[in-house]
């Protein structure tokens, strides 16, 4: 079983900074990509940045510029800064660990919420 704890998430005006970290543990065999992913009210999930093993990094259109991902591959730990927040970007945040198809896990997600 695979455990995943996100932390970091929390109420900031906009244009601050937030950081979040995730660190995944127990039977991981070995993790292909991991990543942040958000959800706001009434809307989908969707990707907010991933980075795999290799190193290679994927922004959604609407963070590119803002926020970085970085990862520790031997911690298994992932973060996201989070810079020039905007109200747009108030959601539940979710890091995921991707082994394979079929072989992902999520953190109980973590709140973010930009207003004034």
């Known amino acids: 079983q695979v455990q995943v704890v996100e932390s970091g998430g929390g109420l900031v005006q906009p244009g601050g900074s937030l950081r979040l970290s995730c660190a995944a543990s127990g039977s991981i065999l070995r993790i292909r990509a991991m990543g942040w992913y958000r959800q706001a009210p009434g809307k989908q999930r969707e990707l907010v940045a991933e980075i795999t093993s290799g190193g290679t990094i994927n922004y959604a259109d609407s963070v590119k510029g803002r926020f970085t991902i970085s990862r520790d591959n031997a911690k298994n730990t992932v973060a996201l800064q989070m810079n020039s927040l905007k109200q747009e970007d108030t959601a539940v945040y979710y890091c995921?660990?991707?082994?394979?198809?079929?072989?992902?896990?999520w953190g109980q997600g973590t709140q973010v919420t930009v207003s004034s």
């Open positions: 995921n660990v991707f082994e394979a198809p079929g072989h992902d896990h």
